[in-house]
């Protein structure tokens, strides 16, 4: 698919749900414009704000024009987030909508006030969506939560995405806890408890894209403080700029560490590791660093969720974002659920690591799967395929060890090609906001182990489940020990 490497993603999720040719699907959102605007009377909320500018983020990423109308300030932002990400500017500050006008109109309010209007808001830990009255009266900005207004916004620019790609649904109302997962009709769900104080976070964070962006924006609106180990073997590609809530175009050729602590420092220190997880394991398991309790993944193949399993940590938190679901799973050692090897079998067409790293770097998998700590030598370059021969010569002539060099491969190798996974914002910020409210649980003694958690933008349906490994499961020997 040619064109914009930006918009690939999001573009792709639209030829899948729709069938449209990626021409077709690109004229229908470069061609969009939304009229965003804030009600009035929620001018002075915090939360009203928050919701606005995630959604105006979110948007821009696969929408033509954005036309926010609010107070000065809160436009402003908007429009600097809009350097940040696009050559050419995406959103611009403007009146509200004339009367007559094309686009789709979105009111941060607590209902719509026009025939096909979208209004969205949120109370607590409970994002809105309402593309019809209800007729009931329903609170709205209330209770301050950031990880509500971050669930209305991802919510909202789901149901605008939907909308704008013509897939064409019956108006609906409709809300979501971030704190229980449960979704239902505005107005129907409890609030969930009052935002506690939160203990710092101490926690090793695997895969730095998409979904653990989602969770880093919740994270960091949330004022969590602490510490954290953050791994990730890739770099910034402008392909990430269409579904990553952190993604910043000056970032871009940058490790994806780099783009997660830039924003989460200085409240919550990062460490980075920009290295292959299988290289970062025996930190571990051989050479004795800590284990934190807390594991949070975002990582898009099994095996390597299979490699963070075996670390065995006790508490494991899955995110997941595939087409238009979110997923969390998670997983307490102590506790009887699933964990991440009962729940996901490797798929054949998975590329392992092993074969991964011979492909990008000519290495033989005997020199660098017990021992990747010695120099390269003359023998890997002679051993090597011929279009590698002149990377690993100049490796071995300047000494580099091979872990340094498998490394350096990984973070400069293409990660897709032309096989990548269709990827929409909202998919990945509601993951992350529904993770990072389970993390405050966490954080606050809470032991919400052995679910996991789906929502479907689709059917607007969210499902969660208690499920339970088999008795042959390695994490029963585990549970023993």
Not at 60 to 80: E, H, M, N, W
Not at 434 to 445: F, H, K, N, P
Request: hydrophobic share 45%.
């Amino acid at each position: 698919m040619s064109g914009d490497l930006a918009l690939s993603r999001p573009l792709l999720l639209a030829t899948q749900l729709t069938g449209a040719s990626p021409d077709e699907a690109r004229s229908r959102l470069f061609n969009a414009t939304v009229h965003l605007r804030l009600a009035p009377e929620f001018a002075d909320s915090h939360d009203a704000a928050l919701l606005l500018r995630s959604l105006a983020d979110q948007l821009s990423r696969f929408c033509g024009t954005v036309v926010v109308y609010a107070p000065a300030a809160i436009a402003q932002a908007c429009l600097d987030r809009d350097r940040e990400l696009h050559d050419t500017p995406r959103v611009r500050a403007g009146g509200p909508s004339p009367a007559g006008a094309a686009g789709l109109d979105i009111l941060v309010g607590d209902r719509p006030e026009s025939p096909g209007e979208i209004a969205t808001c949120s109370d607590g830990w409970t994002g809105r969506v309402s593309a019809i009255s209800t007729g009931e009266p329903i609170t709205a900005f209330t209770i301050a939560n950031a990880v509500g207004a971050l669930t209305a916004a991802a919510l909202t620019a789901g149901e605008a995405f939907l909308r704008l790609i013509g897939v064409t649904r019956p108006p609906r109302a409709f809300e979501l806890s971030a704190w229980t997962g449960h979704c239902g009709l505005p107005g129907t769900l409890p609030h969930g408890p009052r935002l506690p104080a939160i203990a710092p976070i101490d926690a090793l964070l695997v895969g730095c894209g998409n979904v653990m962006n989602g969770w880093a924006v919740a994270a960091r609106a949330l004022q969590i403080t602490g510490q954290v180990r953050a791994v990730d073997r890739q770099l910034l590609g402008e392909e990430n700029l269409g579904p990553y809530a952190l993604a910043r175009r000056d970032m871009i050729g940058q490790p994806k560490t780099a783009l997660l602590a830039a924003h989460l420092q200085p409240r919550i220190a990062v460490t980075r590791y920009d290295e292959e997880l299988d290289l970062f394991v025996p930190r571990i398991t051989r050479w004795h660093l800590p284990l934190p309790a807390l594991v949070i993944n975002g990582l898009d193949e099994v095996g390597p969720r299979h490699v963070v399993q075996r670390l065995w940590p006790d508490v494991l938190v899955d995110m997941a974002a595939g087409g238009t679901t979110s997923q969390v799973i998670v997983h307490r050692r102590d506790g009887a659920g699933q964990c991440l090897l009962g729940a996901f079998t490797v798929p054949d067409a998975e590329l392992g690591y092993i074969r991964r790293i011979e492909t990008v770097t000519g290495l033989r998998r005997e020199r660098f799967l017990n021992d990747f700590t010695t120099p390269i030598t003359n023998e890997d370059v002679a051993k090597a395929p011929p279009e590698h021969r002149a990377g690993l010569q100049a490796a071995a002539d300047s000494g580099q060890l091979l872990c340094g060099y498998i490394n350096q491969a990984s973070l400069t190798a293409n990660s897709s090609g032309g096989n990548f996974a269709a990827a929409a914002p909202f998919v990945s910020a509601l993951t992350g906001a529904r993770a990072a409210a389970i993390t405050v649980a966490l954080l606050s003694g809470s032991k919400p182990g052995g679910l996991r958690w789906q929502y479907n933008f689709l059917g607007n349906r969210a499902r969660t489940a208690v499920l339970h490994c088999a008795a042959t499961c390695e994490c029963q020997t585990e549970r023993a020990c």
